[in-house]
């Protein structure tokens, strides 16, 4: 069956630009999750969704980092007016019951 | 609130020799344990969890981990690599008594030489 994917795969964004990132989890998977990933660190978290209500943003790391999920399948991400230090791969990840988080394959943003 | 801590940011082995990688976590709470890998360009890859029950768990790829709760550990052994273990690989952990955030370390690069 089809996984997790994410587009775009790649975005270059000039400072200041807003950009929207989109995931498309496992069909019926109620837990849907972001990830930031910067280069050779390991993923951190962002924010969680459960359907669509969102049930922890504490890692967003500015007011400038939106998430939504309003039908409780699709999410976008969203940076406003996005700075250098925003350049990082952004991951996706849905999990059923069994505590597997399937990850879809990444955006990787590029602010220049 | 829990931590995890890999104590190898980099690690060369040659091909077909035995590796482990360690983790560490740190939690006030029981937890459950994780071994992913990245390949270069892609999404992580579950290679074997821990939830419950034998503490020896068997994933794929013929790698195999061992929680040791009296240690904090969970590290990640082969007996033999190939070449196609080269990656990056990362521990993580979540709380067993709150949703599903899980936490991750900051990696191990495993570079298998010929």
């Known amino acids: 069956g089809a996984g997790v994917s994410q587009s775009p795969r790649y975005k270059v964004a000039k400072r200041g630009q807003d950009v929207a990132l989109r995931c498309d989890p496992i069909?019926?998977?109620?837990?849907l999750f972001w990830y930031q990933q910067a280069l050779g660190q390991g993923p951190e978290f962002l924010t969680y969704?459960?359907?669509?209500?969102?049930?922890?943003k504490s890692g967003l790391p500015s007011d400038r980092f939106f998430a939504e999920r309003p039908e409780g399948s699709v999410s976008t991400l969203k940076i406003q007016r996005t700075q250098q230090e925003d350049s990082a791969v952004y991951l996706c990840?849905?999990?059923?019951?069994?505590?597997?988080?399937?990850f879809g394959p990444g955006t990787r943003l590029t602010v220049t | 609130a829990q931590s995890v801590t890999q104590l190898d940011s980099q690690v060369p082995v040659f091909e077909e020799a035995p590796v482990e990688l360690r983790c560490n976590y740190s939690?006030?709470?029981?937890?459950?344990l994780f071994w992913y890998v990245q390949y270069p360009n892609q999404g992580l890859q579950l290679l074997l969890k821990?939830?419950?029950?034998?503490?020896l768990v068997k994933g794929i790829n013929g790698f195999e981990a061992e929680f040791n709760k009296s240690q904090t550990s969970f590290h990640l052994r082969k007996p033999s690599v190939h070449i196609s273990d080269t990656a990056e690989y990362f521990c993580?952990?979540?709380?067993?008594?709150?949703?599903?955030?899980?936490?991750f370390g900051p990696g191990t690069s495993l570079s298998v030489i010929p």
């Open positions: 990840a849905s999990t059923d019951v069994s505590y597997e988080q399937y």
């Open positions: 069909s019926g998977h109620v837990s």
């Open positions: 969704f459960q359907n669509e209500a969102q049930l922890d």
């Open positions: 939690s006030s709470v029981s937890v459950y």
């Open positions: 821990y939830l419950s029950g034998s503490t």
């Open positions: 993580a952990v979540t709380s067993k008594t709150s949703y599903d955030k899980v936490i």
